[in-house]
């Protein structure tokens, strides 16, 4: 099969080289974040527990890590939109979540972008050769201590993605709005505490054809932060139409 990632848009292209820019950062560098609470708790981000055990260090690292992948597409009216996920009712955690395409760290993983374009495909069978990874985001912290980075990619051709669900694990693949996490209209949210700490947790809630979904935890914090990142004049507006596929 031929490289079908090449970038047709000259729009793509620009939003691809604007987010190249973001630099990221160095496990040393994560580590500082973390361990220094400098992460900003606003978008749902908790602070690891401090504690010998709890503290992120550079040995354990990389099993501590996990990595989504936020892949971004412009549709065929020039909106800018992402994939993301339904989690399979058949996992113990979290089923019926919607969520970003990802997972663990492996040990073969060269890099995070490596995790990421392993995960996509493991998951949702999305070729890496269709995806441009451009930029990693600052590493949000899940409930059961993980840290959690962002991966942003670019799918030039979304034509060439034929989904193929690993059931077991995701019971549907969609597509929303790069908007809907800029508007206001049907986002709610929460102020919670876990281990004496206080954080805020983010919905946002829309219906389709197919149902209704709630996008809420870690994926909402990920996904209210990264549309700040440019999107190159790309028109937005708040219309949600699905694309659709499932188990």
């Known amino acids: 099969m031929p490289n079908k990632g090449g970038f047709g848009s000259r729009t793509l292209q620009r939003l691809a080289e604007q987010l190249q820019c973001f630099k990221p950062l160095s496990p040393v560098e994560e580590l500082e974040n973390i361990n220094g609470h400098n992460i900003d708790s606003n978008f749902g981000i908790i602070d690891p527990l401090k504690g010998e055990n709890e503290q992120f260090t550079c040995a354990n690292w990389r099993e501590r890590r996990a990595v989504v992948l ?3 597409f412009e549709d065929y009216q020039g909106e800018l939109r992402v994939i993301l996920t339904k989690r399979s009712m058949r996992l113990s955690s979290y089923p ?3 969520a970003l395409p990802g997972g663990k760290m492996e040990e073969g993983d060269a890099d995070d972008y490596a995790t990421a374009l392993r995960e996509a495909m493991k998951e949702i069978g999305l070729d890496s050769r269709l995806v441009q990874v451009v930029a990693n985001l600052e590493p ?3 409930q059961n201590q993980l840290r959690v980075v962002p991966v942003l990619g670019l799918l030039a051709k979304i034509e060439y993605f034929r989904p193929v669900l690993k059931c077991d694990e995701v019971h549907a693949v969609f597509d929303v709005l790069l908007a809907m996490f800029l508007k206001e209209d049907n ?4 102020e919670r505490a876990w281990n004496s700490r206080k954080y805020v947790f983010h919905c946002f809630d829309f219906e389709t054809e ?3 979904f709630t996008i809420c935890g870690l994926t909402a914090s990920i996904l ?3 549309p700040r990142l440019p999107t190159c004049g790309f ?3 708040l219309a949600i ?5 499932s188990c």
């Open 70 to 72: 936020i892949c971004r």
């Open 210 to 212: 197919q149902g209704a």
């Open 224 to 226: 209210l932060r990264q």
């Open 241 to 245: 139409s699905l694309t659709f596929n």
């Open 96 to 98: 019926g979540d919607v």
């Open 235 to 237: 028109h937005v507006s």
């Open 140 to 142: 949000f912290i899940s």
């Open 187 to 190: 986002h709610r949210c929460e």
